[in-house]
């Protein structure tokens, strides 16, 4: 069984933050964990004023007065209050820092968290996580397990003591998806849930199209596939929650949100692989496709 004693919930007053948040306490809840509401304000800024007219010499720098760090913990704290679970202790943190990504992983790894929660914000494409943003950042650097919440994920508080009891788990093989179903597996095991666990088989079109047709089979690919998916799930995990296997012919991403959206599932766990981040996230990775495109709450963690 995963120990979940602390989450770490970096919040910005958004909804998006307040939806994380939710997951974090509907986690919290379930495993007995200690949640810190981070927020992080930028240092204090130094404004350089426009001349008043073309010749003249420019006003001297004005320092901005610092944030009132006093008041933002209280507007934290309001936050917290509104989604307040009893049972559940919540500390609140308020840092300064000039980039907010590398101050989230670093109170992450000060506090020795066992889990980041964030929200992605609601816009489209590229543009509603992968151009730069926070949770990309975090994502791509941080060596703790990692939940984003997207904006259309029903909130975890209202299902009751168990947040996630439909659980999907996409496997690819390798050490980062055993890991990953470990994880999910406990997840449903403490939750009475169940868990279904995906392999995409990926065959290209020009490779289909072309090949000898006795290249190409994929029947016993699929027999092949069903056989190392029944062998790395086990019997341990047959024995601790309800598991179905399930083996599906397409590309990755597409198939296991189809699967997701056709279970309802309300949460997806994925293993990440331990190449360069920028290959990793940017030049097709599974994982950020499913993570761009899952209407539910995904998890991520590396071998």
Known sequence: MIELKQILCPVDFSDFSRRALDHALGVARCY??????????????????????????????????????????????????????????????????????????????????????????????????????????????????????????????????VPFTRILCPMDFSDSSKAALDYAASLAREGHGALTVVHALEVLPLYADFAPPAVVDLEAWTR?????????????????????????????????????AALDSDLIVMGVQGRNAADLFFFGSTTHQVVRGAHCAVITLRG
């Open 32 to 161: 007995g964990s200690t949640v810190t509401a981070l927020h992080v304000v930028p240092p204090a800024g130094v404004v350089t004023p426009a001349p008043y007219y073309v010749g003249t010499d420019t006003a001297p720098p004005v320092m901005l007065p610092p944030v009132d760090r006093r008041l933002v913990a209280q507007q934290v704290e309001r936050l917290v209050s509104a989604e307040q679970v009893p049972g559940v202790r919540v500390d609140v943190l308020v840092e300064e820092a000039p980039d907010v990504y590398r101050e989230i992983l670093a109170q992450a790894d000060r506090l020795s968290v066992d889990l980041i929660v964030m929200g992605t914000h609601g816009r489209s494409g590229f543009e509603r996580l992968f151009l730069g943003s926070t949770a990309e950042k975090v994502l791509r650097k941080s060596r703790r397990a990692v939940m984003t919440v997207p904006p259309g994920a029903p909130n975890a508080m209202p299902r009751g003591p």
């Open 224 to 260: 092949d596939a069903e056989r190392r998916l029944g062998q790395m799930v086990g019997d341990a995990v047959r024995a601790s929650c309800v598991v179905e296997e399930v083996v599906v012919t397409g590309t990755p991403h597409r198939e296991i949100l189809s699967l997701a």
